[in-house]
């Protein structure tokens, strides 16, 4: 399915963690301690589980009844990764013609002066 709206624009997937004011935990994550933080139903706000703090930059979770009424809408949106890569992507092939080796996209994400590394230097901050 196409990830847009009619409007032309992304449909992001919320996060289903808070912003701000998070439940931190220590928990047993695959045989070690982490810091977890608590996730929720990105629609109604429903307490869910936990994920790892430090190693989950994204998480997004209905609840069963949620999921009932607005699983297909979700299932059509993006992560914001997915975006993020998918920019990335479509620079190297505008500026470049091809998909860059990973040695060449480190080169010039530390230049500071062109398109790629202002893309990817603001993803970077979200």
Same mark, same amino acid.
């Given at each position: 399915?196409?990830?847009?709206?009619?409007?032309?624009?992304?449909?992001?997937?919320?996060?289903? %963690?808070?912003?701000?004011? %998070?439940?931190?935990?220590?928990?047993?994550?695959?045989?070690?301690?982490?810091?977890?933080? %608590?996730?929720?139903?990105?629609?109604?706000?429903?307490?869910?589980?936990?994920?790892?703090?430090? +190693?989950?930059?994204?998480?997004?979770?209905?609840?069963?009844?949620?999921?009932?009424?607005?699983?297909?809408?979700?299932?059509?949106?993006?992560?914001?990764?997915?975006?993020?890569?998918?920019?990335?992507?479509?620079?190297?092939?505008?500026?470049?013609?091809?998909?860059?080796?990973?040695?060449?996209?480190?080169?010039?994400?530390?230049?500071?002066?062109?398109?790629? +590394?202002?893309?990817?230097?603001?993803?970077?901050? %979200?």
């Amino acid at each position: 399915m196409d990830p847009h709206s009619h409007t032309g624009v992304v449909l992001l997937l919320p996060d289903s %963690r808070l912003l701000t004011k %998070r439940t931190v935990r220590r928990m047993e994550f695959f045989g070690q301690i982490v810091n977890a933080v %608590r996730i929720y139903c990105a629609n109604c706000g429903t307490p869910y589980g936990w994920v790892p703090e430090q +190693s989950t930059t994204f998480a997004c979770w209905l609840c069963d009844g949620c999921a009932d009424k607005w699983g297909p809408e979700f299932g059509r949106a993006l992560m914001p990764d997915e975006v993020f890569w998918r920019q990335v992507r479509d620079e190297m092939l505008d500026k470049h013609g091809r998909v860059l080796t990973l040695k060449e996209l480190w080169r010039f994400a530390e230049s500071a002066c062109n398109s790629l +590394s202002k893309l990817i230097r603001g993803g970077a901050r %979200r």
